[in-house]
Protein backbone atom coordinates (compact mmCIF):
# COMPACT_ATOMS: atom_id res chain seq x y z
CA UNK A 1 0.00 0.00 0.00
CA UNK A 2 1.05 3.31 -1.12
CA UNK A 3 0.65 6.84 0.81
CA UNK A 4 1.70 10.07 -1.08
CA UNK A 5 0.41 13.10 -2.91
CA UNK A 6 0.89 11.18 -6.28
CA UNK A 7 -2.21 10.36 -8.32
CA UNK A 8 -0.80 6.94 -8.63
CA UNK A 9 -1.25 6.87 -5.15
CA UNK A 10 -3.67 4.63 -2.85
CA UNK A 11 -4.13 7.05 -0.09
CA UNK A 12 -3.00 10.74 0.91
CA UNK A 13 -3.22 10.01 4.46
CA UNK A 14 -1.41 7.71 6.73
CA UNK A 15 -3.86 7.13 8.76
CA UNK A 16 -6.56 6.60 5.82
CA UNK A 17 -4.03 3.83 4.75
CA UNK A 18 -3.50 2.44 8.10
CA UNK A 19 -7.15 1.98 8.96
CA UNK A 20 -7.77 -0.15 5.45
CA UNK A 21 -4.92 -2.60 6.55
CA UNK A 22 -6.04 -2.74 10.14
CA UNK A 23 -9.78 -3.85 7.94
CA UNK A 24 -7.69 -6.60 6.65
CA UNK A 25 -7.72 -10.56 8.12
CA UNK A 26 -5.13 -10.12 11.18
CA UNK A 27 -1.92 -12.66 10.33
CA UNK A 28 -1.04 -11.79 7.14
CA UNK A 29 2.04 -9.37 6.95
CA UNK A 30 1.93 -6.22 4.82
CA UNK A 31 4.52 -3.31 3.97
CA UNK A 32 3.15 0.38 3.59
CA UNK A 33 4.91 2.72 2.08
CA UNK A 34 5.09 6.45 2.39
CA UNK A 35 6.51 8.99 -0.15
CA UNK A 36 8.80 11.75 0.48
CA UNK A 37 6.61 14.25 2.40
CA UNK A 38 5.32 16.30 5.65
CA UNK A 39 2.62 14.10 7.11
CA UNK A 40 0.42 17.08 9.51
CA UNK A 41 -1.69 14.07 11.61
CA UNK A 42 -1.69 12.00 14.44
CA UNK A 43 -1.08 8.47 13.55
CA UNK A 44 -2.48 4.98 15.62
CA UNK A 45 -1.52 1.80 14.04
CA UNK A 46 -2.93 -1.39 16.05
CA UNK A 47 -1.79 -3.69 13.23
CA UNK A 48 0.50 -6.50 13.71
CA UNK A 49 2.78 -8.04 11.28
CA UNK A 50 3.31 -4.59 9.36
CA UNK A 51 6.58 -2.78 7.83
CA UNK A 52 6.35 0.97 7.42
CA UNK A 53 9.31 2.59 4.85
CA UNK A 54 9.68 5.87 4.26
CA UNK A 55 11.23 7.06 1.15
CA UNK A 56 13.31 10.16 0.78
CA UNK A 57 12.43 12.52 4.22
CA UNK A 58 9.34 11.35 5.52
CA UNK A 59 8.11 13.18 8.51
CA UNK A 60 5.00 12.99 10.80
CA UNK A 61 4.06 15.93 12.83
CA UNK A 62 1.98 16.20 15.28
CA UNK A 63 1.74 18.90 18.28
CA UNK A 64 -0.84 17.67 20.91
CA UNK A 65 0.08 18.38 24.96
CA UNK A 66 -0.51 16.55 28.12
CA UNK A 67 -1.90 19.99 29.34
CA UNK A 68 -3.84 20.59 26.23
CA UNK A 69 -8.12 20.42 26.95
CA UNK A 70 -10.45 17.86 25.61
CA UNK A 71 -13.89 18.47 24.69
CA UNK A 72 -15.03 18.34 28.42
CA UNK A 73 -12.57 20.85 29.39
CA UNK A 74 -9.96 17.87 31.02
CA UNK A 75 -6.44 17.98 29.96
CA UNK A 76 -5.60 14.82 27.73
CA UNK A 77 -2.76 14.36 29.82
CA UNK A 78 0.89 12.52 28.55
CA UNK A 79 -0.38 9.58 26.74
CA UNK A 80 -2.99 11.48 25.41
CA UNK A 81 -0.44 13.48 23.18
CA UNK A 82 1.45 10.36 20.67
CA UNK A 83 2.00 11.74 17.22
CA UNK A 84 2.72 8.32 16.70
CA UNK A 85 1.38 4.91 18.82
CA UNK A 86 1.78 1.89 17.86
CA UNK A 87 0.38 -0.89 19.63
CA UNK A 88 1.19 -4.64 17.35
CA UNK A 89 3.91 -7.32 17.68
CA UNK A 90 5.82 -7.84 14.66
CA UNK A 91 6.73 -4.46 13.41
CA UNK A 92 9.18 -3.08 11.25
CA UNK A 93 9.82 1.01 10.94
CA UNK A 94 12.10 2.48 8.75
CA UNK A 95 13.41 5.61 7.63
CA UNK A 96 10.73 7.70 9.24
CA UNK A 97 10.78 11.05 11.49
CA UNK A 98 8.03 11.51 14.07
CA UNK A 99 7.99 14.64 16.10
CA UNK A 100 5.94 16.58 18.37
CA UNK A 101 6.25 20.28 18.04
CA UNK A 102 4.00 20.99 20.54
CA UNK A 103 7.32 22.65 22.72
CA UNK A 104 9.02 22.66 25.84
CA UNK A 105 7.57 20.92 29.05
CA UNK A 106 8.06 24.12 31.02
CA UNK A 107 5.50 25.56 28.60
CA UNK A 108 3.34 22.79 27.59
CA UNK A 109 3.94 19.82 29.86
CA UNK A 110 4.97 16.14 28.36
CA UNK A 111 4.43 15.71 24.24
CA UNK A 112 5.00 12.33 23.06
CA UNK A 113 6.46 11.58 19.86
CA UNK A 114 6.24 8.07 19.70
CA UNK A 115 4.20 5.65 22.11
CA UNK A 116 5.73 2.39 21.07
CA UNK A 117 3.24 0.20 22.91
CA UNK A 118 4.75 -2.74 20.94
CA UNK A 119 6.61 -6.24 21.12
CA UNK A 120 9.36 -7.98 18.47
CA UNK A 121 9.67 -3.89 16.95
CA UNK A 122 12.38 -3.21 15.08
CA UNK A 123 13.14 0.71 14.57
CA UNK A 124 16.10 1.41 11.88
CA UNK A 125 17.27 5.15 10.65
CA UNK A 126 14.44 6.76 12.32
CA UNK A 127 13.88 10.01 14.31
CA UNK A 128 12.14 10.82 17.16
CA UNK A 129 12.01 14.65 17.95
CA UNK A 130 10.48 16.35 21.10
CA UNK A 131 11.36 18.05 24.44
CA UNK A 132 9.54 15.95 27.46
CA UNK A 133 9.21 12.54 27.19
CA UNK A 134 9.87 11.95 23.73
CA UNK A 135 9.67 8.24 23.14
CA UNK A 136 7.88 6.03 25.30
CA UNK A 137 8.19 2.15 25.10
CA UNK A 138 5.53 0.75 26.69
CA UNK A 139 4.28 -1.13 29.51
CA UNK A 140 2.70 1.30 31.10
CA UNK A 141 3.03 0.60 35.14
CA UNK A 142 -0.02 -0.70 36.43
CA UNK A 143 -1.36 2.58 37.83
CA UNK A 144 0.35 5.95 38.09
CA UNK A 145 2.24 7.54 41.35
CA UNK A 146 -0.94 8.90 42.64
CA UNK A 147 -2.56 5.12 42.61
CA UNK A 148 -4.77 6.34 39.66
CA UNK A 149 -5.19 4.39 36.01
CA UNK A 150 -3.50 5.62 33.33
CA UNK A 151 -5.56 7.60 30.66
CA UNK A 152 -4.82 8.30 26.91
CA UNK A 153 -4.53 5.91 23.75
CA UNK A 154 -6.80 2.94 23.97
CA UNK A 155 -4.72 0.18 24.38
CA UNK A 156 -6.98 -2.91 22.65
CA UNK A 157 -3.65 -5.58 23.64
CA UNK A 158 -1.03 -5.87 26.25
CA UNK A 159 1.89 -7.95 25.69
CA UNK A 160 3.23 -10.60 27.55
CA UNK A 161 6.65 -9.27 26.72
CA UNK A 162 7.58 -5.30 25.26
CA UNK A 163 11.17 -5.98 23.15
CA UNK A 164 12.44 -3.34 21.26
CA UNK A 165 15.40 -2.59 18.78
CA UNK A 166 16.50 0.73 17.94
CA UNK A 167 19.45 0.75 15.26
CA UNK A 168 20.79 4.19 13.71
CA UNK A 169 18.12 6.23 15.15
CA UNK A 170 18.32 9.34 16.72
CA UNK A 171 16.54 10.34 19.57
CA UNK A 172 16.01 13.74 21.04
CA UNK A 173 14.68 16.18 24.16
CA UNK A 174 15.18 17.41 27.63
CA UNK A 175 13.68 15.28 30.35
CA UNK A 176 12.93 11.74 30.38
CA UNK A 177 12.88 12.08 26.54
CA UNK A 178 12.92 8.17 26.42
CA UNK A 179 11.53 6.38 29.15
CA UNK A 180 8.92 3.34 29.79
CA UNK A 181 9.38 -0.44 30.06
CA UNK A 182 10.46 -2.37 27.74
CA UNK A 183 13.68 -4.29 26.87
CA UNK A 184 15.06 -1.75 24.40
CA UNK A 185 18.27 -2.27 22.84
CA UNK A 186 19.69 0.54 21.16
CA UNK A 187 22.46 0.21 18.36
CA UNK A 188 24.59 2.93 17.62
CA UNK A 189 21.92 5.63 17.89
CA UNK A 190 22.54 9.29 18.73
CA UNK A 191 20.83 10.25 22.11
CA UNK A 192 20.65 13.89 21.55
CA UNK A 193 19.67 16.43 24.75
CA UNK A 194 18.16 19.89 23.68
CA UNK A 195 18.13 23.04 25.88
CA UNK A 196 15.38 23.70 28.63
CA UNK A 197 13.83 26.85 29.18
CA UNK A 198 14.99 26.49 32.72
CA UNK A 199 18.80 26.00 34.58
CA UNK A 200 17.39 22.90 35.67
CA UNK A 201 18.67 19.35 35.54
CA UNK A 202 18.03 17.34 32.41
CA UNK A 203 17.35 13.43 32.32
CA UNK A 204 17.95 11.74 29.41
CA UNK A 205 16.52 8.15 30.35
CA UNK A 206 13.21 7.31 33.14
CA UNK A 207 13.24 3.39 32.64
CA UNK A 208 9.86 2.11 35.00
CA UNK A 209 11.15 -1.93 34.05
CA UNK A 210 8.85 -4.08 36.31
CA UNK A 211 10.53 -6.30 38.92
CA UNK A 212 11.96 -9.14 38.03
CA UNK A 213 12.25 -8.17 33.94
CA UNK A 214 16.15 -9.51 33.20
CA UNK A 215 16.67 -5.98 31.08
CA UNK A 216 15.47 -2.81 30.50
CA UNK A 217 17.50 -0.45 28.46
CA UNK A 218 20.79 -1.51 26.90
CA UNK A 219 22.47 1.54 24.78
CA UNK A 220 25.78 0.14 22.74
CA UNK A 221 28.06 2.33 20.72
CA UNK A 222 25.74 5.12 21.11
CA UNK A 223 26.64 8.87 21.08
CA UNK A 224 25.22 10.85 23.59
CA UNK A 225 25.67 14.72 21.95
CA UNK A 226 23.73 18.11 23.06
CA UNK A 227 22.90 21.54 22.16
CA UNK A 228 25.59 24.31 22.80
CA UNK A 229 25.29 25.36 26.15
CA UNK A 230 23.53 22.10 27.04
CA UNK A 231 25.02 21.36 31.11
CA UNK A 232 23.94 18.98 33.45
CA UNK A 233 22.30 16.53 32.17
CA UNK A 234 21.71 13.05 33.87
CA UNK A 235 22.08 9.92 31.50
CA UNK A 236 18.65 8.80 33.52
CA UNK A 237 16.63 8.44 36.46
CA UNK A 238 14.21 5.84 37.95
CA UNK A 239 10.19 6.12 37.10
CA UNK A 240 9.87 3.13 39.04
CA UNK A 241 12.22 1.85 41.78
CA UNK A 242 13.61 -1.67 39.65
CA UNK A 243 14.73 0.74 36.56
CA UNK A 244 17.42 -0.56 34.73
CA UNK A 245 19.89 0.94 32.22
CA UNK A 246 23.14 -0.07 31.13
CA UNK A 247 25.74 1.96 28.82
CA UNK A 248 28.25 -0.44 26.76
CA UNK A 249 31.00 1.55 23.94
CA UNK A 250 28.96 4.37 24.42
CA UNK A 251 30.50 7.87 23.58
CA UNK A 252 29.59 10.87 26.17
CA UNK A 253 29.59 14.56 25.77
CA UNK A 254 30.50 16.80 28.34
CA UNK A 255 27.37 17.84 28.78
CA UNK A 256 26.65 14.52 31.10
CA UNK A 257 26.78 15.61 34.56
CA UNK A 258 29.47 13.57 36.55
CA UNK A 259 27.32 11.88 38.95
CA UNK A 260 25.79 10.09 35.79
CA UNK A 261 22.64 9.14 37.48
CA UNK A 262 19.87 10.35 39.55
CA UNK A 263 17.85 8.84 42.21
CA UNK A 264 14.79 11.21 41.30
CA UNK A 265 14.55 12.38 45.13
CA UNK A 266 14.10 8.91 46.99
CA UNK A 267 17.57 7.10 48.57
CA UNK A 268 15.29 3.92 48.25
CA UNK A 269 16.02 3.38 44.65
CA UNK A 270 19.17 3.13 45.16
CA UNK A 271 18.77 -0.38 46.72
CA UNK A 272 16.54 -1.38 43.38
CA UNK A 273 17.65 0.43 40.39
CA UNK A 274 20.63 -1.20 38.29
CA UNK A 275 22.61 1.36 36.28
CA UNK A 276 25.98 -0.14 34.91
CA UNK A 277 28.08 1.91 32.16
CA UNK A 278 31.22 -1.03 30.68
CA UNK A 279 34.38 0.08 29.09
CA UNK A 280 35.15 2.13 31.73
CA UNK A 281 38.96 2.37 31.61
CA UNK A 282 40.78 1.95 35.36
CA UNK A 283 41.85 5.81 35.61
CA UNK A 284 38.67 6.92 33.73
CA UNK A 285 37.05 9.98 35.69
CA UNK A 286 34.54 8.45 35.77
CA UNK A 287 35.20 5.51 38.43
CA UNK A 288 35.27 8.44 41.30
CA UNK A 289 33.10 10.75 40.24
CA UNK A 290 30.14 8.43 39.61
CA UNK A 291 27.61 7.58 42.25
CA UNK A 292 28.31 4.96 44.53
CA UNK A 293 25.31 2.49 43.03
CA UNK A 294 26.57 3.16 40.03
CA UNK A 295 28.02 -0.57 38.31
CA UNK A 296 31.51 0.30 36.73
CA UNK A 297 33.01 -3.48 35.91
CA UNK A 298 36.00 -4.23 34.88
CA UNK A 299 37.08 -2.51 31.69
CA UNK A 300 37.57 -5.78 29.77
CA UNK A 301 33.78 -6.71 30.43
CA UNK A 302 30.99 -6.58 27.66
CA UNK A 303 27.82 -5.99 28.05
CA UNK A 304 25.12 -7.49 26.87
CA UNK A 305 24.19 -9.00 23.42
CA UNK A 306 20.63 -8.85 21.71
CA UNK A 307 20.69 -12.24 21.46
CA UNK A 308 20.88 -12.14 25.55
CA UNK A 309 18.30 -9.01 25.69
CA UNK A 310 16.07 -10.72 23.47
CA UNK A 311 16.23 -14.53 24.33
CA UNK A 312 13.24 -16.64 23.20
CA UNK A 313 12.79 -14.70 20.04
CA UNK A 314 15.06 -13.88 16.72
CA UNK A 315 12.80 -10.99 15.73
CA UNK A 316 16.21 -8.74 15.95
CA UNK A 317 18.34 -10.85 13.78
CA UNK A 318 16.09 -10.69 10.30
CA UNK A 319 17.35 -8.78 7.65
CA UNK A 320 14.26 -8.89 5.75
CA UNK A 321 11.00 -6.97 6.55
CA UNK A 322 8.09 -8.92 7.93
CA UNK A 323 5.91 -8.06 4.94
CA UNK A 324 8.24 -9.38 2.42
Known amino acids: MLVGQEIFCDYSSIQEAVNALEALPAGEP ?22 VVGLGH ?29 GGRRLLLSNLTVTNTAGAGEA ?15 FRGCTFKGHQDTLFTGPLPLVDKRGFAFGGVPLRERHEQYRQLYQDCRIEGT ?11 FERCEIRSLRRDTDSPSYV ?25 VREVYLGRPWRG ?83
Do not use: M
Open 30 to 51: ETLVILQGVYEENVQIYRSDLT
Open 58 to 86: VEIRGSRYARQRDEAGEEIGTFGTPTLFL
Open 108 to 122: VGQALAVYANCDEAV
Open 175 to 185: VDFIFGGAAAY
Open 205 to 229: TAASTPEGQAYGYVFRDCFFTAEEG
Open 242 to 324: YAKTELDGCRLGGHIHPLGWDNWGNPDNEQTVTYREYGVAADDLRRTSRTSWTQLPDAQAKGPAPAEVFAGTDFWRDTQHPGS
